[in-house]
């Protein structure tokens, strides 16, 4: 019987990039698919439509879900092939990329992060509603951010000097559950009665 083995930190990587691209692929073209219902029908109504705070019709027929003056889930579609395409290259056994392409993707990461930061606000403070699909985009983004940056880190590809950094590389987990759990509490503070009307 076979023996079974820790994976390495660059095996969870990989499954976190490649899981999470598909996941942000799908989601993204869900919502692409619902923008262009809606714009052929302002009165069509998404299936994730599902309560008076979960409704995705307002969200997707905002100003902010078209940020750069194209729907966002264009830059979904793009953004999460390429996290796809890394975590696909890293599970074939690629290595030794050069620290430019690391430095790239981790820009890329960063950006998402932020993006998805002002989306947040932007849903909560804004526009008042949470779209299913786009909550989905919010907690494949987070994880990607943290585990990207404690490669980086582990890597040497760049530095963090201090104990920062080696907190950082040595518990992106930790970092992506404490950003889970100041999502939620936003998320029920905002909408808290909503959330105490169900009780």
């Given at each position: 019987m076979k023996k079974f083995t820790k994976p390495?930190?660059?095996?969870?990587?990989?499954?976190?990039?490649?899981?999470?691209?598909?996941?942000g692929i799908l989601a993204a073209s869900i919502l692409t698919y619902d923008k262009?219902?809606?714009?052929?029908?302002?009165?069509?109504?998404?299936?994730?439509?599902?309560?008076?705070?979960?409704?995705?019709?307002?969200?997707?027929?905002?100003?902010?879900?078209?940020?750069?003056?194209?729907?966002n889930p264009f830059i979904g579609l793009a953004g999460f092939g390429m996290v796809w395409a890394v975590g696909m290259m890293l599970f074939a056994g690629a290595k030794n990329l050069k620290k430019w392409f690391w430095w790239c993707f981790q820009a890329g990461s960063v950006f998402g992060m932020l993006f998805v930061?002002?989306?947040?606000?932007?849903?909560?403070?804004?526009?008042?509603k949470l779209c299913l699909?786009?909550?989905?985009?919010?907690?494949?983004?987070?994880?990607?951010?943290?585990?990207?940056?404690?490669?980086?880190?582990?890597?040497?590809?760049?530095?963090?000097?201090?104990?920062?950094?080696d907190f950082i590389a040595a518990n992106p987990g930790k970092l992506i559950a404490l950003t889970y759990l100041l999502v939620v509490i936003l998320v029920v503070t905002r909408f808290s009665d909503y959330f105490y009307s169900l009780i």
């Open positions: 390495t930190f660059t095996q969870v990587y990989a499954l976190v990039l490649t899981i999470g691209g598909i996941l262009i219902k809606i714009a052929a029908n302002p009165d069509y109504i998404p299936n994730c439509s599902l309560s008076p705070v979960v409704a995705c019709s307002p969200v997707i027929a905002s100003k902010q879900a078209a940020a750069f003056g194209f729907p930061a002002w989306l947040i606000h932007a849903s909560l403070y804004d526009i008042g699909y786009c909550m989905l985009v919010w907690s494949i983004t987070i994880p990607i951010f943290w585990t990207t940056l404690a490669f980086n880190l582990r890597e040497k590809n760049f530095t963090i000097k201090g104990k920062v950094g």
